[in-house]
Every structure is written in C-alpha cells, then in structure tokens.
C-alpha cells in the first residue's frame, strides 16, 4: 500500500518544478492526480508519464486566477474520480524588483496568481474536500514568506500572506468540523524554472544574466546546494498523507538551513 492509497490529489502548477515532482510522487505513493497547470501541454505531458508509469493521472489547463475556471476544475475533478482529498496549492511566480522600480502591473499579476489562485483554490476545493470525507490542503509558501528578501518585496508579501491565510483556513476548517488539515510549505533555493525567470541583479549580479540556483545556493545556503524538487515533494507527500492527522495551521520548512541562521 502507498502512503496516500485511494486519495485523490489535485495540484496547481503541476506542469514543471515543485508541482511535477510532487504530482508523481503523489501517484507513485498510490493517489490518483489531476495535474493542472497554465501550460496544458506542460501538464499532459507530466499526466502521460504518470499513467505511462502504472499511475493514474489527468490533465487540466488551469489559470489559477480565474474562479470561473476553478469551478470548472473541480467539477471536472469530481466527475472523473469522485471526490478530492488532497489540494496542492502550488501555482506560483516570482517577479523581482525593488520597491520603488515595481510597477503597479506587476504588482497584480504576482498577487493575482500567488495569492487570488490559493484563496480560489481553498473556497471551492474546501466544499469537495468536505464531502469527500477530509484532507490535507497544501499551499506552498516560501522562505521569503518567513523572512525580507531584498528585491522580492513584492513576492515576499505574498508568500507572508498565504502563510498567515493558510493559519486561519486552518481553525475555520477545524472549528466547522470539516476534517480538513491546511499547511505550508516553504522552500529554500530549488533548482526550478521560477528561479531563471528572476533577473540576476535583483541580488547583485547583472540584470542580463538569470540567476542560477545552484551557485546562488552555494553561497548562501549552510548545506552549500539548491535543493530539488525531489526534496519538497517529500514534504508534500507527508502533509497529504495521514502521517500528518496531527498537523494543521504549521509551516513546513525545507530550505537547507537558511532560516535557521
């Protein structure tokens, strides 16, 4: 038996990075997936490996920042397989930028999808999640959402936000009885696409060069590496699993010692 067997688990962002390690591992450990992700190819092609690898999985085109479409998804993840008991909260951007080069553009389209996806995904996943019998909600947040991060203010604000949001869902959840755990999960400095998508001046370096995660971990991380997306899919996989019956409104922390100093 896998550690989440007969679960079904839907995660946002699941065509690349975090979101695809932690879909397959999720499938590996027995649950059966919906892969969303705004890329739908990116998505079918993680679905098609699961399924190609004795999984079950399926894809979905999935813009976080629309509830129309959120109905829809889950909708179409009650159709197919009948109920919800993990949500992965995971879609995510990062736009760099000091505070006072930021436009107001940026500033939406980085709340609109960090935070408005998360709070979409837990109003209408937490009803499916309920009928279904319970579950473990899963947002990720960041390190950035624990301490400042010189040129991310703007992302830092959102990844503080869905962590102290993740808190109150948590004792909404609890005290209405749902059975419904809701946790965070904040990574260090994984080697995923969001990274390369940052300008390398953001902290020191040139704006023409992409910030490579490996280095840049290297330099600032006490175990001297990025992490992988391996290495948050395991944490993920234990908050979706019974493992964690115990946990709700926590934080999960997994960066290679960054805060701890």
Known sequence: MGRVSGKIA??????SGIGKGSAELLAKEGAKVVVTDIDAAAAKDVADGINQSGGVAMSLAHDVTSEARWVEVIAETKKAYGGLQVLFNNAGIALGGMAWEQSLEDWRKQT????????????????????????????????????????????CATKGAVRLYAKAVAMECARAGFNIRVNTVHPGVIETPIWTKIPGNVFGGSRSNAIDPAAFAAATTPLKRAGKPSDIANGVLFLASDESAYMTGSELVIDGGVVAG
């Open 10 to 15: 839907l995660v946002t962002g699941g065509g």
């Open 112 to 155: 609109a999808v960090n935070i408005d996806g998360v709070f979409l995904g837990c109003k209408h996943g937490i009803p499916l999640i309920r009928d279904s019998g319970g579950g473990s909600i899963i947002i990720t947040s960041s390190i950035a959402g624990l301490q400042g991060s010189p040129g991310l203010s703007g992302y």
